[in-house]
């Protein structure tokens, strides 16, 4: 069987084979809408195949792009990396996901591994709070982080205002008529979760962070969390602003197991709006991480740095939304 060739495609097509080049690595130029038709169409006709093993070897570029991430039980990372895989594959790249278990150490043996495999790019959802991407960055290999800004570095970032998040969350509590209310955070190394730390001050008003309770982002911690501060001091608050879907799970379980009713003793609002909030007792209402937009900016960013399209860094900073359903009182219909 005669192997098909780029230029059969470009044949095909009526194009350069340069253009079909641009069509597979996504640039490093652009490709008009009806070439890019073309291109597809004979790909599609003849069955092209691009040896990327053999793109490889001759010091090209891999067609791999690698997601750390610190916690893969947590909805709002596990819909971020389908959310990659899905804009990834659609570019013609393979994602190979880590998770660093919020380990440093471990992140950083995964970064090596990245590098080992010359992928053509990093997406780094840090458990530190100043990672070290030293190597990475040594070895000219695109980074992006994600959920963690970086303006002003030589570092490309894509995060959701966190600061803004946190303030539409209580702002909505509020306007349920919520007057003792209390935040569930996350931990204050965190660049993400200072951003939050500073939303619900700028809204509350209360600088001292006095009502503020802390906990990882997870389920257990949620609960824990809640679960000892109900103990200490009863239900002394009827609205209840979470960090994460994550811990909003776990405190809804807390909440339930000490006889408060949701939303009627205490109004719940987390931040994430993951799927698995709209699966929880009552629903969440949450402020929703457009997780869609964040992995196809990081992508982007990426294959823009990979084919040499851009060499600046670059910094996407997305607005959130808020979605209203029963854990507030406002219910599918509010």
């Known amino acids: 069987m005669t192997q098909v060739r780029r230029s059969d495609v470009a044949r095909a097509a009526g194009v350069s084979p340069a253009v079909v080049s641009y069509v597979l690595n996504g640039g490093p130029r652009p490709v008009s809408t009806r070439a890019r038709g073309g291109v597809e169409t004979g790909i599609a006709e003849l069955g092209y195949r691009p040896n990327k093993i053999a793109q490889a070897l001759r010091g090209t570029r891999t067609h791999s792009i690698a997601m750390l ?82 303006g002003g570095s030589s570092r490309s970032s894509v995060v ?15 306007e349920h008529g919520c007057t003792r209310l209390r935040f569930l955070s996350g931990p204050a190394e965190l660049e993400p979760v200072r951003d939050r730390d500073r939303g619900w001050s700028e809204r509350t008003g209360d600088a001292s962070l006095e009502r503020v309770w802390r906990s990882a982002f997870s389920r257990e911690a949620g609960y824990e969390a809640v679960r000892s501060a109900v103990a200490r001091s009863g239900i002394d608050f009827d609205g209840l602003f979470t960090a994460s879907d994550a811990q909003a799970i776990g405190a809804l379980k807390a909440l339930r197991e000490a006889g408060a009713r949701v939303p009627e003793d205490v ?23 457009d997780v869609g937009r964040l992995a196809a900016d990081a992508v982007e960013i990426l294959v823009a740095r990979a084919t040499g399209v851009t060499t600046t860094p670059v910094h996407h900073i ?8 029963d854990s507030c009182g406002c219910g599918t219909s509010g």
Not at 267 to 289: I, K, R
């Open 69 to 150: 991430m610190p916690d893969h039980l947590n909805p709002h990372f596990a819909e971020l990396a389908q959310a990659m895989e899905d804009e990834a594959q659609r570019r013609g790249y393979v994602l190979i996901i880590g998770t660093a278990a919020n380990d440093v150490e471990r992140e950083q043996s995964y970064l090596r591994s990245f590098l080992d495999r010359q992928v053509d790019g990093v997406v780094l959802i840090s458990a530190a709070a100043d990672p070290d991407v030293d190597e990475i960055e040594r070895a000219g290999i695109p980074l992006v982080l994600l959920d963690r800004a970086a």
């Open 267 to 289: 109004a719940v609002v987390s931040l994430d709006g993951s799927e698995a909030s709209l699966y929880t007792l009552p629903t969440l209402t949450a402020v929703v991480q």
């Open 318 to 325: 997305l607005q959130p939304s808020l979605r209203r359903m």
């Open 160 to 174: 959701t205002d966190n600061c803004a998040a946190a303030a539409l969350g209580v702002r909505h509590l509020q």
